[in-house]
């Protein structure tokens, strides 16, 4: 009998404890919706950065991360403190442990900045399938009939690749990863440097 109340006293521990483990998973790849749109945003926040110094570090870091064939520069306003631009990835994913499968993700990047402070947004994010982009060898231009939007792969989960489960599951885990990659980047290269302004 002691047993059996042991092995109850265990299980019950264990349910919740991997339905929270489970819980985590999700909200590690949350999705965030604003006004029924796909949003990223990211606030960097740093005493020792004037505007100044914020554009002339952004800019480095479009430089060096962003190569001019891949972006189309959408505004770069220094009296707004405004830089808007348009980039172009490949995101690659797993489907099977014997597949791969890709797929380029457009979206509008945003850098509003003041003293003190950066905010990054990342919106208009679209999908377009390899062969478009291969088509076109590239470039931007005339592609928006064939872009899938941000809603349709990642909330609603409609894209679909023949053969392959979890599609839209995958596009959604590599996106965030991506999109948390460019604002450590950034966040990074703003950090190191204040520290060298000290």
Not at 51 to 69: G, Q, S, T, V, Y
Not at 149 to 164: N, R, T
Request: charged letters at 30%; hydrophobic letters at 40%; aromatic letters at 10%.
């Amino acid at each position: 009998m002691k047993l059996k109340s042991l092995y109850i006293a265990i299980l019950s521990f264990m349910i919740p404890v991997i339905s929270m483990a489970q819980d985590e998973k999700k909200e590690e790849y949350k999705i965030p919706v604003k006004d029924g749109k796909v949003v990223f945003s990211y606030r960097y926040n740093n005493e020792d950065l004037n505007a100044n110094d914020i554009d002339d570090e952004l800019h480095f870091w479009l430089k060096k991360n962003m190569p001019e064939e891949k972006v189309v520069k959408l505004e770069d306003d220094k009296e707004k403190g405004l830089i808007m631009f348009r980039p172009l990835d490949l995101l690659e994913m797993r489907s099977t442990s014997w597949t791969n499968f890709s797929i380029y993700v457009k979206y509008d990047m945003v850098f509003k900045y003041k003293d003190n402070s950066c905010m990054m947004v990342i919106t208009n994010i679209g999908y377009i399938e390899p062969e478009v982009i291969n088509a076109r060898q590239g470039r931007l231009s005339d592609i928006e009939m064939t872009v899938y939007s941000a809603e349709h792969v990642l909330l609603d989960k409609e894209y679909k690749i023949l053969g392959k489960k979890n599609v839209s599951d995958e596009i959604s885990k590599a996106t965030v990863k991506r999109f948390r990659e460019l604002f450590k980047s950034v966040s990074l290269q703003l950090s190191e440097a204040a520290i060298q302004k000290e």
